[in-house]
């Protein structure tokens, strides 16, 4: 798996989010362009934000037990995978606007790099590793940009 805290990595990454226009059309799922981006965004919103509110300690219990495997590991998504509500966007989004917010996540997450990952607490699934951080990362943005084809 690529690595997001790699220089060269990220580049190729917001290399392919540059390929993207406003009018690119998914293979498969519902979402428009802008909004996967805006999507993609909350990944980074809930590592350097406090915008979305952490779950209970039930909610965060079920999710560590039944969802952080399949997040973190290197295993691809499956396509039209179920997603978390906060990472439903059903509104419109400025392509612009969310585009250049996730380059600055991708280019902010790669200057902290891994070591700054190492052990820091996941709102949802509680501390991860460097490893763990990057996969969840990057299988997220890699499957979206595939999903719109680049």
Same mark, same amino acid.
């Given at each position: ?141 890699? =499957? =979206? ?6």
């Amino acid at each position: 798996m690529k690595n997001v805290f790699n220089l060269d990595d990220s580049n190729e990454i917001i290399d392919r989010i540059g390929k993207l226009t406003p009018d690119t059309k998914g293979l498969w799922g519902k979402m428009s362009v802008a909004q996967m981006l805006a999507h993609c965004n909350v990944t980074y919103e809930m590592a350097y934000e406090k915008k979305h509110p952490a779950p209970n300690a039930f909610m965060k219990f079920i999710l560590k037990l039944l969802v952080k495997k399949t997040v973190v590991n290197e295993t691809p998504y499956k396509k039209s995978s179920q997603t978390a509500p906060a990472f439903i966007i059903k509104d419109e989004k400025d392509f612009e606007v969310e585009k250049e917010r996730l380059i600055n996540y991708i280019k902010k997450t790669q200057e902290l790099g891994a070591s700054y990952f190492e052990g820091k607490e996941s709102l949802s699934f509680g501390a991860l590793n460097k490893t763990e951080w990057n996969n969840m990362f990057y299988k997220h943005l890699d =499957h =979206h940009l595939q999903q719109f084809g680049v």
